[in-house]
């Protein structure tokens, strides 16, 4: 049983293959995109729970990436990787939606657990939405 649906975009093939190759050995379903325009059109044929976006991307920036998959999908939860960090980047991922923020080189315990709790937080939103449609429901019923 999968933990999820995950798409990583990164333009580097060697850590989309090997990210993908680990996180399915992890329960995750996993797909890639090497540029941003082809991550956003996974998003639109795709539900995904989680996104692993790199903000350094040649075709699109980052940030304009996540603001798009956001819109598709406001409920993905997305994970920002990067190797150029910097306090104006992290604010204005997190201002548009991003849940982490994680630097170049990274270990793996240190993904997985954002990861995790990326996963836990999906799954937060989902309970929240079924119990939200069941009293919308019995509201409904009883008016």
């Known amino acids: 049983m999968s933990k999820g649906k995950l798409l990583i975009i990164d333009d580097e093939m060697a850590i989309c293959t090997t990210l993908s190759k680990l996180l399915a050995d992890q329960g995750y379903t996993t797909s890639y995109s090497l540029s941003g325009n082809a991550g956003i059109q996974a998003a639109k044929e795709e539900k995904y729970d ?84 069941e009293l919308d429901k019995k509201h409904k019923t009883t008016t």
Do not use: M
């Not at 350094?56 to 990787?81: F, H, S, T």
């Open 50 to 133: 989680i996104v692993l976006l790199d903000l350094q991307l040649p075709d699109i920036n980052g940030l304009e990436i996540l603001r798009r998959i956001k819109a598709i999908n406001p409920n993905i939860v997305a994970i920002i990787i990067t190797a150029h960090p910097s306090p104006e980047t992290i604010k204005e991922a997190l201002k548009n939606g991003a849940h982490d923020y994680i630097v170049k080189p990274f270990n793996l315990e240190q993904l997985i657990f954002a990861i995790e709790k990326a996963s836990s937080f999906c799954n937060l939103l989902i309970s929240n939405k079924k119990l939200k449609d």
